[in-house]
């Protein structure tokens, strides 16, 4: 605890020192937190900017920590965009007390109304940060990027437009090609049953009933009251697959296998989803398209 302290205050220190003034003609140096905010401010700004992401594949920002090595991208950063919405772990702090410092922070959770968000207890805002499992959201949080790059580069802000649109185009015909999948499930069927609650939006969006054998933070535990209770909700209600999650540990999930099938029902692991990171760079799941394609696949077939 005392080693995170001394690095954030680190970070406050140095941001508070004034910075060398930027040559116009350089690209914005931009640092990003999480894969899913990576993935959209590359697709947006393309060539014209360079894009530093904290946290790579299998990170789980509510427990991250900034390290030694984060300090220098984050004190040399144009601008930093993060989700906001009490996600990041203790970098939150810091991004907030950045608001008088030369490098402008953006939370990208400030693109939906306070009246859409759901609500949460584990968090300080109050609001369930996953706003990524909701195409609806990802739409109006990339119109909101688009919007400030041009603001920060304008001279930039007709390439920021064209790159804009041609990825928010993709967010639709994405948007429409879950729908489809979806649709082939039958409403009794969508019960989707996680490691952690980070698919609510997902199943707001989508019509499905959503539970996470732990909350809405990976920071909390699950106890074994909680796998009782979940054990015979999927009995109950005749759940056919449960998943696993790659940015918490499976085995929760594998606990909550054992007890169901302790009282002679079968449910099997039906796969493992991507909730708070995106897979391996380079990879197809390594996409915000890519990997929600991917997760919609996997419980649809999964569930049927």
């Known amino acids: 605890m005392k080693k995170i302290i001394t690095i954030l205050s680190m970070i406050l220190i140095l941001f ?17 937190t999480t894969s899913m ?48 919405l009490h996600l990041e772990g203790k970098l939150v702090e810091v991004f907030e007390n950045m608001s008088n410092q030369q490098t402008k922070t953006i939370a990208i959770g400030e693109a939906l109304d306070k009246n859409t968000l759901i609500g949460s207890d584990y968090f300080a805002s109050n609001y369930d940060p996953h706003i990524w499992f909701s195409t609806e959201n990802w739409i109006k949080v990339a119109t909101f990027t688009i919007q400030k790059l041009q603001e920060l580069d304008p001279k930039n802000a007709d390439a920021f437009a064209s790159n804009g649109s041609k990825y928010l185009e993709k967010l639709h015909k994405l948007e429409a090609t879950l729908t489809a999948k979806i649709q082939s499930l039958p409403k009794e069927k969508r019960i ?111 569930l049927q």
Do not use: W
Request: aromatic share 8%; proline share 2%.
């Open 16 to 32: 508070s020192c004034k910075k060398e003034v930027k040559d116009p003609n350089q690209k914005l140096n931009v640092v990003t």
């Open 192 to 302: 989707l049953v996680t490691a952690h609650d980070a698919f609510s939006y997902f199943g707001k969006q989508y019509d499905f009933e959503v539970v996470g054998l732990q909350g809405l933070s990976t920071a909390t535990e699950a106890g074994v009251q909680d796998v009782r209770q979940l054990a015979n909700f999927i009995i109950e209600k005749k759940v056919k697959a449960i998943f696993v999650e790659t940015s918490v540990p499976k085995r929760t999930i594998e606990a909550l296998e054992a007890a169901v099938k302790s009282k002679d029902h079968n449910v099997t692991i039906g796969g493992t989803l991507f909730s708070d990171a995106l897979g391996t760079s380079g990879t197809n799941e390594g996409t915000y398209i890519g990997m929600f394609e991917y997760n919609v696949n996997t419980i649809v077939n999964a």
């Open 37 to 84: 905010i990576t993935d959209l401010v590359k697709n947006i700004g393309g060539d014209l900017i360079t894009v530093e992401g904290l946290m790579g594949s299998g990170v789980d920002p509510h427990l991250y920590k900034a390290s030694e090595g984060d300090v220098g991208k984050l004190v040399q950063a144009d601008v930093i965009f993060y989700n906001g």
